[in-house]
Antibody, heavy 120, light 107 residues
Framework: EVQLLESGGGLVQPGESLRLSCAAS????????VDWVRQAPGKGLEWVSS????????YYADSVKGRFTTSRDNSRNTLYLQMKNLRGEDTALYYC?????????????WGQGTLVTVSS | EIVLTQSPATLSLSPGERATLSCRAS??????LAWYQQKPGQTPRLLIY???NRATGVPARFSGSGSGTDFTLTISSLEPEDFAVYYC?????????FGGGTKVEIK
């Protein structure tokens, strides 16, 4: 059974940094792209970033480009999202999601999410 | 960026009725469109990928159609557990984008 478990969320002030993690199990982690998707309270889904199975290719939403960095450690089956210069509009539940096959494919498994709150 | 516009925003129907949800893309996404269901307090669930393929375990009452810029998710006969928010997503171009969602509520 595929499992994705996010951690690292919390309350931070604007301009601060935070690193999210997503521990994966139940599938061959290194062969799948994984993404971050966020959902602001009471709002819809917003794709944040994608990373290929090898980690060599990454893509970002314009809203986070230059501030967020996604990476992965295939030896630890873990996905990361380093977030810098956080803003109020980054407040959201952050999900990691597994691509159905390769990059740019729908997400067939989702974690439960970790909440990031940016507020002074 | 490809903008996905979902309509209607809210659909009020009774159990047993047919639901028809629309997703329109600002430019062609070929057949690279997916549909998700999200219930309150739950994570999204993949229903349809590549416009018309049901994901594993998805009941046959859910069907997807369309290509290019116009897509439809149809629920043939609403079950009580189908009342939820539905999102479309395009996987044709970066950045990946989601529609704003359609809420299917009990009438």
């Amino acid at each position: 059974e595929v499992q994705l478990l996010e951690s690292g969320g919390g309350l931070v002030q604007p301009g601060e940094s935070l690193r999210l993690s997503c521990a994966a199990s139940g599938f061959t982690f290194s062969t799948y792209a994984v993404d971050w998707v966020r959902q602001a309270p009471g709002k819809g889904l917003e794709w944040v970033s994608s990373i290929s199975g090898s980690g060599r290719s990454t893509y970002y939403a314009d809203s986070v480009k230059g501030r967020f960095t996604t990476s992965r450690d295939n030896s630890r089956n873990t996905l990361y999202l380093q977030m810098k210069n956080l803003r109020g509009e980054d407040t959201a539940l952050y999900y990691c999601a597994k691509g159905r096959t390769s990059l740019s494919t729908p997400f067939d498994s989702w974690g439960q999410g970790t909440l990031v709150t940016v507020s002074s | 960026e490809i903008v996905l516009t979902q309509s209607p925003a809210t659909l009020s129907l009774s159990p047993g009725e047919r639901a028809t949800l629309s997703c329109r893309a600002s430019q062609s996404v070929s057949s690279y469109l997916a549909w998700y269901q999200q219930k309150p307090g739950q994570t999204p669930r993949l229903l349809i990928y590549d416009a018309s393929n049901r994901a594993t375990g998805v009941p046959a009452r859910f069907s997807g159609s369309g290509s290019g810029t116009d897509f439809t998710l149809t629920i043939s006969s609403l079950e009580p557990e189908d009342f939820a928010v539905y999102y479309c997503q395009q996987c044709s171009n970066w950045p990946l984008t989601f529609g704003g969602g359609t809420k299917v509520e009990i009438k």
